[in-house]
């Protein structure tokens, strides 16, 4: 009985719009501004409105009592995928039309597990078996709505998921033995596809000026890379190896691409001071290597070579586990190469919020800025630390202590108990592979069905 | 005088066979099109009953209906004393009469990225009247369910093509169409492992299509007019085919089962502004203020959850270790949210209603003769037997642009009608003719299957006598009972009329008791319903007839068991 | 700002340049005398002193203990020694990438091959080994996986050249207990199909049994009668040592309704058992304690296994069965990073196990539930020296480990990760 009625109260509070709070008596980790002891927190309409000691409580305003506890920005994770129905639409090496966003899944409790780790803010990606896959969405973590249209955040730049290497190369040239089917195939078909959208602009611009008297054709996608080549959307570039890293970014240069972030970029230190001079950044594991061969040479110092390079690096999940325990991630920096307390925090707040050019808003405690928000019994960088709270535009929607156990939002009506899922081996990339059939996947997929699940899965 | 009537009743069922029977192969075909319905209650529009009503049906319309009207000489009367008429149901989406077809492996040599339209699923220049075939099973379905008028969508994937509007009859298909490439389908299924393969994609490539059919269509116009020194257009049959849905003059039926699929199909109407209808809509509630602003046309789906078997009393304390994978607690909690959810989608129809939003019903994934009792489901959770009736009738009449001429009992209208034995909504009611188009139909009624744990050899296999009292006269026959394949076959003979044998329907046994009914085809459509308990070698029991009553009946076994 | 970063870099710069001169580092074994340090004994609570390690094996504990002359002596002031962790179930050295099928050597063709050993298939080469040690992971028991009898697993050192030199001497069947469960958002089986699927596999278990008893009993009679069985029957003789009770059989089980079957198939076959995974013992911690049956859960940093989970509840399983009065060993159930083996018992810590269960969790229970523990588990005299120098709690994030002794050797704490962060941290050249 009791979960129903929380449920019912859990939904309702979502609903309400204006967020008025005060956070008292917090160790607040800024991460801007450095750590500021026994701090306040005012929160008014979900931003944040002061920033001090000892503020009075002011009438109807909610008061969370953070005596003994660490208070940060809501952490960003500049890569995931979960809330999403759709990760690949894996057909093709080009699928820049499609959109992630169109298959948001607000129901997803992955998203409440998010929360429960102090994550408010990520960016569902497209998979990576497409050289220019589809656009993607950042989104709030505003769990409890079934509309896929909140969990948007607004004012995020539009962002698409490109990716290199084995992948891309994996599924179609191995696959459907079509280009890509090396880094060499890899290049053209970035290359290939821009010069595509030039032409198409060109074709564009001549009928709008009347000079051709028939439409050309409309594609959605020619549409997006012309966006691309406006600097209108953002590159997020599943990457590891060192030369193709650098490959991209002579191609963005021939294009006059300003911006890059590229995604998993296992062997970036190797090629941090180009990364630095292009100005692009780097969003990466703490510690995942050798689950494929391109990231065999590997480091977990990957993060604090490219920090001290001057490159502006996240820690990401791209997994529903991972997503948990971003907090957990970053301090592996301090293990792996003596990043400071503010460098290890950034790499989770204020770095990803830059990646996806919503740092004005999010990233970091700084009157303002949305009430993000996550509480933590402990330092957020210690391994002990217990994430007990969390707020979203002011909302509470994690809280430890008077959460039910059962925090879906969609029931199956015809589930007769929920599936006990035997997923106990952490398959990498599971998700920026998800939805690519086995048989487009090749030999290695084969190889982890057969292993775990006997012959009978393997194509 | 009542006592005339039932006597009436009675004869001609068991003795003064009439020409036409049920089991008949070779009906003749009727000697009149005209068809007078004497006496039936009459809900000649959602929310309008009244009983005492005639209803005369001419030529295939509804000429006359009131309580004052007189037959004419050339009408066959239909004694419906006891009868409810409806108008004819309308099915407002479905694939009634378009056959089905074995999916295609999709071609090897095909580049997944870049298919043939067909092989993706996108077929928007197929029209339901090439395909649909009158004599479908579906389409005897549909009518004995009470349905006359079906809009019909050929089957397949993305944009499996345009509709059609048929009438249920079961004449050549072209003079039954009523309505031509009516709407345009999409869906977010698709050909695995071609573009579009997923959601994202499918959206993208609509969105695609969509733009390309308006630039091409007008680029044609353009031509058409003045072609000279213009670049030719391209042809495209689909994009051509979908010319009229993007630009508004044809509506597209949208298949959105779950809350998810409702809020992608109006995000994609919002950025096209196309005409949207939501069918099939199982988890719509969500979206009532949004649909009710978009004046969106909805269609919800018939397919409801089951309803969790409580389980019995006798299991509570013991530890069942198989089916409850977790503890008794655990359990509770997760059945109380799982009974929520299954009663919001039965609730969903009258949460609709309730928001002042109507809606018809589409049946892509529900079997017409189940269509009631799902119905029935709903009107239990809340729905209005008036909101029930309109889905069935006046919405999809004007849906489809036909409400002058369907949806309602009216002079003037086409004489689809349904009559019932009893209230439509009653768990009880069976619907005993259908008029589609003038002509009449009667439903074949389901034989039900024997109590499977009753032998092949049955007991009461074999011949008996009968004897019946009623109102002083006393009538005898014999009673056949086989059972072949785990049924019953029973076959009633009058001794004053052998020549006429009547089969027995929904026949049960169970512990000694025999139920069963004939079912007639006279004037006066009844049931005559028996239910008998054996002993030994006699039997007893009572002989019913539809608002008149119950009268003895008895009999003893002839000859040996079987 | 600028002027401290330049230094910064120089610092770094000589810092590089001092290791570059070096040869490759090299292990180093002889008598050790650990000065003054924090001691974590694990058994015998936590100890102010010294510790002497000679001939690989730790000679003595306490205060004081004199100098010898052919000891080194390390100021080991303000620094804490634990007993090196003990991973209880993982690939390490079975598999080298992943993806690469050729490099992976855990999973044998065939339902039933618990001949297969591991110990064979152990690269001491792998480059994950280094990566593993140096986050103070000195031991793990490496497994085979796949089939119902995928193997037997070993439980080895992470330092040696040879599967000999690294190895425990300690071997173990291990098995998969018929799964219930879903294999993965892909797996569209109804849940009857997924039942008989289980059903048909204990079935299988079953006549294997059977035949593995009869081959048991028709071996010691031939030894009775002094004569040889002279057969080929590789696999019954890998299961002779767990039918006859002297061995425990490794059971990987994780969904409740598995659980409990095969808490009743050990039973009733008197089957010795360890189980592993567990992923559902919470919902099951009461009848495992009644079993006596040991446990090695993990993965800890793991999604809730069913959607209506709490979403810790991978975190607290280990701690509700600990409560219940289950002995609780932890496991990575990894390969590659094996070396997060102290995050996952930290976790468990955090969520209720507590630090001190959870520091059994991967030092003394693994140690008893492979039966090592007169060699391994803790920092007792006489036990194998398998030491760690840390600069404090080797759970916590940031603690670095500063030395490594596996069997006495002075490992040193480097691996090719630490390289490539020595080599490309200030790259030269740079950017020209």
Redesign the interface.
């Given at each position: 009985m009791k979960t129903h009625v929380l449920i019912g109260v859990f939904l309702a509070a979502t609903n309400v719009q204006a967020q008025n709070v005060l956070i008292k008596n917090g160790t607040v980790l800024t991460v801007t501004k450095g750590v500021m002891d026994k701090t306040d927190i005012l929160i008014t309409n979900g931003k944040i409105a002061g920033l001090e000691q000892n503020i009075t409580v002011p009438a109807g305003y909610k008061v969370i009592d953070a005596t003994g506890l660490h208070v940060m920005p809501g952490i960003i994770d500049a890569h995931s995928h979960i809330a999403l129905d759709v990760v690949n639409e894996a057909t093709n090496p080009v699928t820049a039309e499609v959109n992630v966003g169109d298959a948001l899944d607000p129901m997803d409790v992955s998203i409440y597990r998010a929360l429960a780790g102090g994550v408010t803010v990520s960016h569902a990606m497209h998979g990576s078996a497409n050289a220019i896959g589809g656009q993607c969405e950042t989104i709030k973590h505003r769990y409890g709505t079934v509309d896929p249209d909140k969990l948007r955040m607004d004012g995020a730049p539009r962002t698409i998921k490109f990716a290199l290497g084995e992948n891309p190369i994996r599924t179609h040239g191995e696959g459907s033995k079509i280009v890509p089917n090396t880094r060499m195939g890899v290049e053209q078909v970035f290359r290939e596809s821009f010069r595509q959208a030039q032409v198409y602009m060109k074709d564009w611009d001549e009928y709008k000026k009347g000079i051709r008297k028939k439409a050309p054709d409309y594609s959605l996608r020619m549409e997006t890379l012309a966006d691309i080549l406006k600097g209108n959307i953002l590159i997020h570039c599943h990457s590891y190896r060192a030369d193709e890293i650098l490959m991209l970014m002579r191609v963005l240069k021939d294009f006059s691409v300003p911006k890059v972030c590229f995604q998993h970029v296992n062997e970036g230190f190797k090629v941090a001071p180009e990364l630095k001079q292009f100005g692009a950044s780097a969003s990466v594991f703490a510690d995942w290597w050798a689950y494929k061969f391109e990231v065999y040479y590997s480091t977990a110092y990957n993060a604090a070579i490219l920090t001290r390079n001057g490159v502006t690096t996240s820690i990401n999940s791209d997994s529903e586990e991972l997503i948990r325990h971003l907090y957990h991630e970053a301090a592996k920096t301090q293990r792996y190469g003596d990043l400071t307390d503010e460098e290890a925090l950034a790499l989770i707040t204020i770095n990803p919020a830059k990646q996806l050019g919503i740092d004005n808003q999010v990233g970091s405690l700084e009157i303002g800025k949305d009430a993000d928000i996550a509480l933590f019994l402990g330092h957020p960088l210690s391994v002990y630390a217990i994430p007990q709270m969390t707020l979203v535009d002011g909302q509470v929607l994690f809280d430890i202590h008077t959460d039910p156990d059962d925090m879906r939002l969609d029931i199956n009506p015809s589930d007769k108990y929920p599936a006990f899922y035997e997923n106990d081996r952490q398959w990498h990339e599971s998700s920026c592979m998800e939805g690519v059939s086995e048989l487009l996947m090749g030999e290695s997929y084969a190889k982890y069905m057969r292993f775990r699940y006997g012959t009978s899965h393997s194509h | 005088m009542v006592y005339i009537r039932f006597f009436t009743a009675v004869a001609w069922v068991l003795c003064l066979g009439h020409a036409t029977v049920v089991s008949g192969q070779d009906s003749p075909k009727p000697v009149s099109n005209t068809y007078f319905i004497q006496n039936c209650t009459l809900i000649s529009r959602p929310g309008v009953v009244q009983p005492g009503q005639h209803v005369l049906v001419r030529n295939g319309l509804i000429t006359e209906t009131g309580p004052n009207i007189k037959p004419p000489f050339d009408a066959q009367i239909i004694k419906a004393d006891s009868m409810y008429v409806y108008a004819g149901f309308i099915d407002a989406a479905s694939n009634t009469g378009i056959p089905k077809t074995e999916n295609k492996d999709r071609p090897k040599a095909i580049?997944?990225?870049?298919p043939p339209n067909d092989v993706a699923g996108i077929t928007p220049d197929v029209l339901a009247s090439q395909l649909y075939k009158p004599a479908d099973k579906s389409v005897s379905e549909m009518r004995n369910a009470g349905f006359t008028l079906s809009h019909t969508f050929p089957r397949g994937l993305m944009l499996p093509g345009q509709s059609a509007v048929y009438l249920l009859g079961d004449g050549v298909g072209d003079k039954l169409l009523l309505s031509d490439a009516t709407a345009q389908h999409f869906q977010y299924e698709t050909q695995?492992?071609?573009?579009?393969?997923?959601?994202?994609?499918v959206?993208?490539k609509f969105?695609?299509l969509y733009?390309?059919a308006q630039?091409a269509g007008?680029?044609e116009a353009?031509y058409k007019k003045a072609p000279t020194?213009?670049?030719r257009?391209d042809y495209s049959r689909e994009l051509q085919a979908l010319y009229p849905a993007a630009t508004g003059k044809q509506p597209i039926y949208v298949v959105a089962q779950k809350?998810?699929d409702v809020?992608?199909s109006m995000?994609l109407q919002k950025e096209l502004g196309f005409q949207l209808v939501l069918m099939e809509v199982k988890q719509g509630w969500?979206y009532l203020n949004e649909i009710k602003q978009a004046n969106f046309a909805v269609l919800l789906s018939l397919e409801l959850?089951?309803e969790e078997k409580k389980e019995a009393k006798k299991d509570e304390g013991k530890e069942s270790?198989?089916d409850?994978?977790?503890?008794s607690v655990e359990?509770d909690?997760?059945n109380?949210?799982?009974d929520?959810?299954?009663r919001e989608?039965v609730q969903q129809a009258a949460a609709f209603e309730k928001a002042g939003i109507e809606f018809g019903f589409s049946f892509l994934n529900t079997k017409p003769g189940d269509a009631r009792k799902a119905i029935g489901r709903m009107i239990k959770a809340g729905l209005s037997e008036k909101a029930a009736l309109q889905a069935l009738t006046t919405y999809p009449a004007r849906l489809l642009g036909l409400a002058s001429v369907a949806g309602t009992v009216e002079k003037g209208k086409m004489a689809n009608l349904v009559l019932t034995d009893k209230p439509l909504f009653d768990e009880k009611a069976v619907i005993r003719m259908v008029f589609v188009d003038g002509k009449k139909y009667l439903p074949e009624m389901p034989v039900a299957k024997a109590d499977k744990k009753s032998e092949e050899k049955s007991a009461i296999a074999g011949k008996w006598t009968y004897q019946m009292e009623a109102a002083g006269t006393v009538r005898r026959g014999t009673i056949d009972i086989q059972r072949k394949e785990g049924q019953y076959h029973i076959v009633v003979t009058d001794d004053a009329q052998k020549e006429k044998q009547e089969k027995a329907r929904d026949i049960s046994f169970k512990d000694g008791n025999l139920k069963f009914h004939v079912v007639t085809d006279l004037e006066q459509a009844g049931k005559v319903e028996f239910d008998l308990t054996f002993k030994d070698k006699r039997y007893e029991g009572t002989l019913s007839v539809a608002s008149f009553g119950s009268f003895p009946v008895k009999g003893e076994r002839q000859g040996d068991p079987e | 700002m600028a002027k401290i970063s330049n230094r910064f870099i120089l610092l770094l710069l000589l810092a590089c340049s001092q290791i570059s001169a070096q040869q490759v580092k090299k292990a180093v074994t002889g008598s050790f005398l650990l000065k003054n340090a924090t001691i974590h004994t694990v058994t015998k609570g936590i100890v102010v002193g010294d510790l002497l390690m000679r001939d690989g094996r730790i000679a003595d504990v306490g205060e004081n203990l004199p100098n010898a002359a052919d000891v080194t002596v390390v100021d080991c002031t303000g620094k804490h020694l634990y007993p090196g962790m003990i991973d209880g179930g993982s690939r390490l050295g079975l598999v080298e990438i992943d993806a690469v099928s050729v490099t992976n050597d855990f999973n044998e063709i065939g339902d039933f091959v618990p001949h297969m050993k591991a110990l064979t298939a152990v690269n001491p080469n792998a480059v994950a080994i280094p990566v593993t040690r140096v986050n103070g992971v000195t031991t793990v028991f490496a497994k085979p996986d796949g089939g119902t009898f995928p193997g037997t697993g070993a439980l080895i050192d992470l330092f040696g050249y040879s599967p000999e030199q690294m190895s425990c001497g300690a071997e173990f069947v291990v098995m998969r207990f018929p799964s219930t469960g879903r294999r993965g958002r892909w797996d569209r089986r109804t849940e009857e199909e997924q039942k008989k699927d289980a059903e048909k596999a204990l079935q299988n278990i079953n006549e294997i049994w059977e035949q593995a008893r009869a081959y048991s009993r028709i071996d010691s009679a031939a030894a009775a009668e002094k004569s040889t069985y002279l057969t080929n029957q590789p696999q019954m003789d890998a299961l002779l040592p767990v039918v006859r009770g002297k061995k425990s059989l490794f059971i990987e089980v994780n969904a409740l309704q598995d659980i409990e079957k095969a808490l009743e198939w050990v039973e009733k076959n008197k089957i010795k058992a360890v189980f592993m995974g567990v992923a559902e013992g919470w919902r099951a911690a009461d009848k495992l304690a009644k079993a006596g049956i040991p446990v090695i859960t993990g993965p800890v940093l793991n999604t809730p296994r069913r959607e209506n989970d709490r979403y810790d509840a991978a975190y607290t399983n280990a701690s509700k069965m600990s409560k219940a009065g289950v002995k609780v060993a932890i496991r990575t159930d990894n390969a590659e990073n094996t070396r997060n083996l102290p995050f996952h018992a930290a976790f468990a810590a955090a969520y209720g196990l507590g630090k001190e269960e959870a520091l059994k969790g991967v030092t003394l229970y693994p140690a008893e539930i492979f039966g090592v523990a007169a060699d391994y588990g803790s920092i007792e005299k006489g036990k194998i020296a398998n030491i760690l120098v840390t600069s404090g709690d080797p759970f916590e994030t940031k603690t670095r480990i500063e030395m490594l002794f596996i069997r006495g050797w002075n490992v040193p704490t480097e691996s090719r990760q630490t390289l490539l962060y020595d080599e490309f941290l200030q790259r030269t050249p740079g950017i020209k």
């Open positions: - | 580049i997944p990225g870049n695995r492992g071609v573009y579009p393969s997923t959601t994202i994609g959206m993208a969105r695609d733009k390309n630039l007008n680029h353009m020194g213009l670049e257009p809350t998810k809020h992608r995000m969500h959850p089951e270790k198989s409850a994978p977790v503890s359990k909690s997760f109380l949210r799982k929520l959810a299954v989608y | -």
